[in-house]
């Protein structure tokens, strides 16, 4: 007899009801924390879209010298008492994932007492909980793309019996490649596919799941008859990923010869693209804000040179603001010249620069 | 007669290959000082913004063009 939370789980057949119930309040202590999560995200995104209008305003007021230190210090003490309540949430965030992580492993070990001589199909319902376990557990310390898509695909080899190989290709420089792959002839397939444009892989890259239990017989895809006999691999299970609403790559599980992909695979195939996609939406994000970032400091270093260079043709020539910056901008169109290297000329050799 | 010059805006920026965003953050670059809701607004239906704030978004999208080596550029408002 095992306890567990508080809560009896016994191995006996009387004890069915007892598993159902667990298993019951494992579902709802699962909806309640998914909903608490959509909560928390919906609240971070308004939060973040109020500090930019802040860091925003503050910019501006800065540059017409209207800036408020006292109010400026009760924005900024806001801005603290947001960041740390972010911080507070994430914690609270990562104390439900871990009780997830828990709540699958319960689960898995309800199954396996549950259905002690278990059939080797049954073997599968105990593996893949177990691994998408493990899964979770590695994902929390948000390693790099390319180790995340490698846990999901051995996940995937792990969880899926009749699975011998796995792939995710991904949109580079415009074309579909292999970005990982748990066997080298499963990038070779991948390859195959993508330059004869056929097969399951091309055809799920808008999104969806394409299926085919024999990659060079399919009708579908006659273009393929033309590739050597897969020794390796027949049936094929391709998942779209889509993060933002674009095709971004696409997920594939190959079986073994003669081993037809289940139901249970199909399941598992959605659940592994799912979270391959939550990867890439991650790293989307990360890079949209380095961009994002690195445009901003550029236009602030360019907003200072032509604030100072304003200030010197506004001295030398009496001029006023609009004027020197008029003053400037026909001169860089006239140059042909950014407007920003005509500032950085006029600040280095306190003049403008000769026609 | 109302001026429409804010009409040609909202296109050059789609042959400039300008997001909204990208856009805002290269106009505040060159001194621009209206906010990115205001400059939203006069793109696309001539909200108000001043002839030199019309100046410096134009100056912005001149300057992708330059960038991408085509030779269009938008006149000024201001001489």
Known sequence: MTRQDGVVEAGGSDNDGSARWAEQRDDEAESREVDADQRERQIDARERVLDRWEREIAARAAALNMLDDVEEENRERARLRRTRERARRRDEAEVRRDAAIERDIRRAQRTERADGARSSSGADDVKTPTACARLAASLQSDPPLEQVLGLILAAGVEAVAECAAGSVALISEGRLQTAASTASWAADLDAAQLELDGGPLPSAADGGMVVTTDLTGDERWPQLAALPDTKAARSVISVGLIVAGTGTGVLTLYANVGGQFGQQALRIGDLLAAHAAAALGRTHERLTYDAQAEAWQHALASRDAIGQAKGILMEQRSLTADEAFRLLRDTSQRLNVKLRVIAEQVVAERRLPDA | ?79
């Open chain 2, 1 to 79: 007669m109302a001026d429409l010059s804010w009409q040609a805006l909202a296109p050059a920026r789609q042959r400039a290959d300008l997001s909204m965003a990208a856009l805002f953050i290269r106009y505040v670059g060159l001194g621009g000082v209206a906010s990115s809701a205001q400059l939203a607004a006069h793109f696309a239906s001539g909200g108000p913004l001043s002839e030199m704030e019309h100046d410096v978004a134009v100056q912005a999208i001149n300057e992708r063009f330059l960038e991408l080596h085509d030779p269009e550029r938008l006149p000024y408002q201001t001489a």
